[in-house]
């Protein structure tokens, strides 16, 4: 605004290295928030909803814009996050602690306690498709693909079933919404 002066400390250094808050996630049982904390790099943290001191649950995850990254996403029971870096997905304890490498993938969405909707990568055809992996015996098993990129993953409350939307290469103008059985049958 004209009228309005900045105040004197304000600078565009100041205002660029300011921490950023982003994809907030409350834990299944509504005492936790995990977020993602934009600094130095894009680190997965968690903290009270009554408030308390935020816990860093990743290190060293690569500075990445919000559009571009993906936040951590709770278990159904509460006890892990599921995150993407580097082109993996991986999966920690909620508490913190080493993380482990599941599987080449994005966006991961929990299917239960021991089971991920992952995004994959197709080379052949340049694609994404859907896929349903096992947390500790990662094998993924395609359950949605098309002539695109299949996001936007939505579980059913009883998560047998999984709407998705498909962007078409062919198509551009054409995303379509999509229901698939979400046990893992193969699409």
Same mark, same amino acid.
């Given at each position: ?14 205002? +660029?290295a300011t921490h950023?808050?982003?994809? &907030?996630?409350? #834990? !299944? @049982? *509504? %005492?936790?928030? $995990?977020?993602?904390? /934009? ?24 500075? +990445? ?6 936040? &951590?996403?709770? #278990? !159904? @029971? *509460? %006890?892990?996050? $599921?995150?993407?870096? /580097? ?37 052949? @055809?340049? %694609? ?19 002539a695109g990129d ?24 054409? %995303? ?12």
């Open positions: 605004r004209p009228d309005v002066r900045p105040p004197t400390t304000w600078r565009l250094e100041t205002v +660029a950023r808050v982003r994809h &907030a996630s409350v #834990s !299944p @049982d *509504g %005492t936790t928030i $995990a977020f993602v904390l /934009d600094d130095d790099c894009s680190d997965v943290w968690t903290v009270p909803v009554d408030g308390g001191e935020a816990v860093r649950i990743t290190t060293g995850r690569p500075l +990445a814009a919000y559009w571009e990254d993906g936040g &951590a996403v709770w #278990s !159904p @029971d *509460g %006890t892990r996050l $599921a995150y993407t870096q /580097d082109g993996v997905v991986r999966v920690v304890a909620a508490t913190g602690g080493l993380p482990q490498a599941v599987c080449a993938g994005t966006s991961p969405e929990w299917l239960d306690d021991g089971r991920l909707i992952i995004g994959v990568d197709r080379e052949a @055809d340049h %694609t994404t498709a859907l896929a349903v992996t096992a947390v500790d015996d990662a094998w993924p098993a395609r359950v949605a693909s098309g299949c996001f936007g993953v939505a579980l059913s409350p009883d998560r047998r079933r999984l709407a998705h939307l498909l962007f078409r290469h062919g198509a551009l103008n054409c %995303t379509s919404a999509h229901l698939v059985d979400a046990t893992g049958a193969g699409a």
